[in-house]
């Protein structure tokens, strides 16, 4: 039986020999972490090799991190745990890749796979690009649950999307559950689209309370011991760009929902004026009452994607906001709360927080696990 002490923000839960612990592999900055604490769960131990957002993970959750190469990490370390978690790079797989199947990327799966086997977890959650479900690497890890080091352990998978969840952005992503104990399943969507009693999660949500002027081009001048900037609250990453007057012009005529498509010729670059057709979503701007589309790493500069202010005014050009998102702005899209802090240069920390499983998904899979494989 598992048991819930607190309120919704430091509730802990209970199994039979204490509080749930929590293993996160390729933790990253944590939004896994983040999720499953906000669930209750311990997390006692994590891996992660990059040091800004290792550093983001000490910051926030405490220093149990190990920060270095999953592969060289001698198995003593892995002791047992309840739940272990993890979301492997994805870019061996993704479309904005190579897809390479043989991308060395494409086999740290399996020192997920080794971590499992050593800690014996009752759950492991896997999470990576959708993609993922259709690899060859995928049909190895079906076949070691079913005779091989993962032998024991029931499957279930499918391709999630975090609006349907409550986050505030329509981002797909593949999740692996295998379960010890009963046959695992995903948690249902508790938001949709047309659903009136709740419906998905906005840009306008998201960016309640940020004001439209942002602040410094630089974070403040603050560095850990270690040598690596930070910490930094939120509203310290609401960080302004001087972007070029041509593309200045470019931002004051896309709309909203719109893109490069709108631009007239005399602004489009070689590039885009000898690909007529493709990407839709490259210099766009976002929409007030819509998800955001996803959130990815390079989020500050629009011509990667749909990242433009939703502010839009066809009568006051005044009225519009002409410039990227900001790293706070981001960060809310991801779910990440206010008391969340970041260290790393600007750069890192937006791929800390493009590269994030949003904690609101990640809490919504730690609770239905809570409610079915746990239970």
Known sequence: MFIVTGNHVNVILYGRDGPVRLIDLFAGCGGLTEGFRRAGFDPVLAV???????????????????????????????SRAD??????????????????PDDPRNLLWREYARVVRLARPDVFVLENVPQFLKSDQYGLLVDWSRNGPLDGYELTAGVLNAADYGVSQRRRRAIVVGSRHTPPTLPPPSHGKDDPSAR??????????????????????????????????????????????LSRRRYELIPPGGGRFDLPDHLLPNCWKNKPTGTVDVMGRMEWDEPSLT?????????????????????????????????????????????????????????????????????AIARHLTATALA
């Open 48 to 78: 992660e090799w990059d040091r800004s957002a290792a550093a983001t993970y000490v910051a926030n959750f405490g220093d149990h991190v190990i920060c270095d190469d999953i592969a060289v990490v001698p198995d003593e370390v892995f």
């Open 83 to 100: 739940v272990v978690v993890g979301g492997p790079p994805c870019q061996g797989f993704s479309n904005l890749g190579t897809r390479n």
């Open 200 to 245: 998905w999660a906005t840009v306008r949500d998201a960016f309640a309370g940020i004001p439209f002027a942002t602040g410094p081009t630089v974070l403040p001048a603050r560095l850990l011991e270690s040598g690596i900037a930070g910490p930094f609250k939120v509203n310290e990453l609401h960080l302004s760009r001087r972007p070029r007057e």
């Open 295 to 363: 959130i990815r790493t390079e989020f500050f500069k629009p011509e990667k994607g749909r990242y433009l202010h939703p502010q839009w005014d066809t009568h006051d050009p005044d009225k519009c906001v002409n410039r990227s998102i900001s790293h706070w702005e981001a960060a809310r899209l991801q779910s990440f709360p206010d008391d969340f802090v970041w260290c790393g240069s600007k750069i890192e920390i937006a791929k800390q927080i493009g590269n994030a499983v949003p904690p609101l998904l990640a809490e």
